[in-house]
């Protein structure tokens, strides 16, 4: 393969692939595609990055956490050192705004995740630290082993795959890591590739524990996530393509944790709308727009009950809608799809209110006008699955239900979701609608909110960023959050009986940090036994 | 259906099934069929149940913990109230010993399972309440919705699916049970049932919170795993019919918890065995034959290094194990299966030392010769899946490694175990050894243990009755010790911005209990906020 073509990162080394193939990204800006040319590894490739990973696992185990910190902590640095050049190609390759999108939140957010990770790392707490003195048996979460991380193309900076969420949290767990880059922006994640691996020599890590390869065959991507040599997989991205790669991890045991798609229904009981209809018009514009609507959580589903105050509010909202210059879409992929779920969604019967087309100007790169649809409710209840299609973008659909029956009738015909917004009425007005309506919602939504737009996903020990099938692959994991996402790439491991030497240190009688905290004989504690 | 078949039992009623063909369950000492019958349910049947558990969920989201808490309790008692019937039809359906094994082990075990569930109930420490106070985030582990759970035929009282470890750990986390029993012990069952739905009654909870079919169509079996009113299942029972169940249960989302298989390798390295040579032949022929070797943790595969020692210590174990009288295994599909497994370890070139053949002696019940086989660590590795083979039941085999380096290969060719055993001399002389060993076998198992047979399973928080696929289907949960194993039938909900009185009694600022455990700001503490 040409010198041309960007060399893959495997075991420490930036080496020329042996594939074949090439690919190129897009300036969304201008449409055309960028001149950087990245490999297609064939499967020898992702066997030796396997091998290398195993064999870094190997020697973690002999690495503390602390050691883990520093290499995460160093990584933050070196990623502030880059952030110019990170910038500048991210917006290159996403059109997403230099400020304060790129640089003022979701870079001082990736670090900001990076050191969280880190200090997780160091005081131990994350792995539940379990022991019974009397039977003198004690477990823990450990390393799950090799994780590949499939980084989705929304967040360049704070899901990357070689930087992002899944992986902080899988090498804080112990774990080396295999990224997959997003074919959408190869440049920036090679940038932090160069970082991390600068960043492994300077803190003598393994030198497997973090690789880049940018593109696989889909069939290599099923072998890759089944793979023997595999601890677990984190993929953020398509719904069909996540299902793929489920169903071939699912078939050899391997965990893989999903984020898949989500609509993110917002609920407007009726005294809400009364009460304050301009804030929730202002709240909700700006939720659906933000990011040109490419958020996970961008509210694509608002449910309200026929009355003239939701004539006013919806037709409001879709002039507000209007008002405001709609963003540059992240590829050509994204604009085709949205086009094609907006006629989808008016297939089945839904009325576009404004917006639904694609702007043709190749000066502004790739637009859609900004889009709201409505439909009835009874529309809707005949043909739920397909007006939960996902618009990824600046869309979003308005339900209108008959009444309260309907309203509740919707929510209940409700996939999984990643969240669920309920606006009410501040003095109570609408607690009995809310009981109702919340009782629905709820199993079906991994985060509730109230009177908020579900687009700020705080890194928060308390956040579920996650929820119930079809939303990702299991109700019990989030992916954002720390400790509680480092959960999802470990494994429990007992030990029963066996001799205090041969412990590891988080499970000594002795406390390894003299803070970690552990549930001694049913009590949570921070002392030694 | 004849009125002489038994009823099924759905949504607190006992009602003749509607199926049209039945089964009856054998006596393992006579081989003789019982009298009674049992109906496989057609879809209408298990659609009912479904139903009727879905209802259930619903009414439980208005029922406190502690009311939850006194119907396990209750329940409990009522089980008691029961010994003597429940002993009398588990031995003549199990052909288990009334003692010590089901009066004074077995039975105990299952009420003490459930009355531990009621408390971690009622304490609420098992959902790990979560909350960050300065963003109003809060978190917590809640009820999945129904649950299946198909039990084993191994455990009739403390695995049963209507009285066992799944059946307490998805009632106290406040989901209503679908019990499938197990074929081989529907008699018990049915005690079980009758019990559990008297203290349905007693205790003023939902009709549908505890339902029971024998036996469904294996299509029917499928339907029922991945049912959109489904919340998860828990499985214990044969790989092959395990991974039918988890592949449906995984394409629709559902979560499904399975125990497949274990043959819970034994390493015994040299020190230990020129130390305590006796006590080890002891404990590991008592070990594989407890249960006639029909337990979940028996030890299948001894692994040591050839030496003068090692030939005694094989040729002695099989003597022992020679001497004592088999015990009568639990139907004539464990004989069978258990005699093909010896046959086909044999054909895959393991010697048989002794035993090996079916008792053919209809007064003995379904008995085979306790059997112990060997093979070379070279002949293993040629072919280390066939020798993987489990042989349930009163049966084990050795692998006499050339060398140490053979012995470590042997360990990196194992699949998935629940547990795995090292015993090394006591005063260090194996340490080297051990940790080259440990390090190949613990990512390999749930449960490690030093100079101790997995035999015992104790319920302790610290338990994990778990491990690596294809012992089970996710490393990250156990099937016993509580709290933890009431994680499996829980999905994790978060509440952002949520009104203070809205949110679950957990989350709220005051402690529901005073002394439920809460972690919050990062601090684990039974405090008010």
């Not at 880059?181 to 492994?200: C, D, L, Y």
């Not at 393509?241 to 009981?269: C, F, H, Q, T, V």
């Amino acid at each position: 393969m040409s010198d041309l073509v960007h060399p893959v990162l495997i075991n420490g080394q930036w080496k020329n692939s042996a594939g074949t193939s090439t690919f190129q990204a897009s300036d969304p800006q201008t449409r055309s595609p960028l001149e950087a040319q990245y490999p297609v590894s064939p499967w020898g490739e992702v066997k030796e990055t396997l091998q290398a990973a195993h064999q870094a696992a190997n020697e973690l185990k002999e690495i503390s956490p602390s050691q883990i910190a520093e290499f995460l902590d160093e990584y933050a640095n070196r990623i502030e050192d880059s952030e110019d050049d990170l910038i500048a190609i991210a917006n290159q390759e996403t059109a997403l705004p230099e400020e304060p999108r790129l640089r003022s939140v979701e870079l001082p957010r990736t670090t900001s995740q990076l050191r969280s990770a880190a200090s997780a790392a160091k005081k131990g707490s994350w792995n539940l630290p379990t022991i019974d003195t009397s039977l003198q048996i004690r477990s823990i979460y450990r390393a799950i082993g090799p994780v590949c991380v499939f980084g989705p193309n929304n967040f360049p900076f704070a899901f990357n795959s070689i930087a992002g969420g899944d992986f902080a949290a899988a090498i804080a767990a112990g774990n080396p890591v295999i990224a997959k880059g997003n074919t959408s922006h190869p440049g920036t994640t090679e940038i932090f590739a160069k970082a991390a691996n600068a960043a492994v020599t300077s803190t003598k890590m393994p030198k497997g524990l973090v690789q880049l390869l940018y593109r696989t065959s889909h069939q290599d991507g099923e072998r890759l996530v089944s793979h023997p040599l595999l601890g677990a997989t984190g993929y953020t991205g398509s719904r069909q393509a996540g299902l793929i790669l489920k169903s071939a991890a699912d078939r050899s045991g391997k965990p893989i944790y999903l984020e898949l798609s989500s609509i993110n229904p917002i609920l407007i009981l009726p005294g809400a709308l009364k009460e304050r209809q301009d804030d929730i018009i202002d709240d909700l514009s700006s939720s659906i727009l933000l990011g040109t609507g490419q958020f996970c959580t961008s509210p694509g589903l608002i449910i309200l009950v026929e009355s003239p105050a939701a004539d006013t509010f919806v037709s409001e909202l879709g002039l507000r809608m209007g008002k405001t210059p709609p963003g540059v879409l992240l590829g050509a992929g994204v604009q085709k799809s949205l086009i094609e779920g907006i006629r989808e969604l008016e297939t089945a019967g839904a009325q576009t209110i404004i917006g639904g087309l694609a702007i043709d100007d190749p000066n502004k790169g790739f637009c859609i006008e900004n889009t709201l649809l409505q439909v009835n409710g009874t529309s809707f209840l005949m043909r739920p699955e397909d007006f939960q299609r996902e618009t990824f973008g600046n869309s979003s659909l308005v339900v209108r239900a008959r009444d309260f029956e309907e309203f509740k009738a919707i929510i209940g015909s409700l996939e999984g979701n990643l969240t669920g917004s309920i606006y009410s009425h501040s003095q109570g007005i609408d607690d009995l609608l809310y009981n109702e309506a919340e009782s629905l919602l709820r199993p079906k939504v991994g985060r509730l909110l109230n009177d908020k737009m579900p687009t700020g996903v705080a890194v928060s020990p308390a956040m579920n960023h996650g929820g119930p099938f079809p939303a990702t692959g299991h109700p019990g994991f989030t992916a954002v959050g720390i400790p509680a996402s480092l959960l999802r790439f470990s494994a429990l491991q007992c030990y029963d009986n066996v001799r205090q030497h041969r412990l590891p240190l988080e499970l000594q009688d002795k406390n390894p940090t003299g803070h970690t905290w552990r549930l001694i004989d049913g009590t949570w504690t921070q002392a030694d036994i």
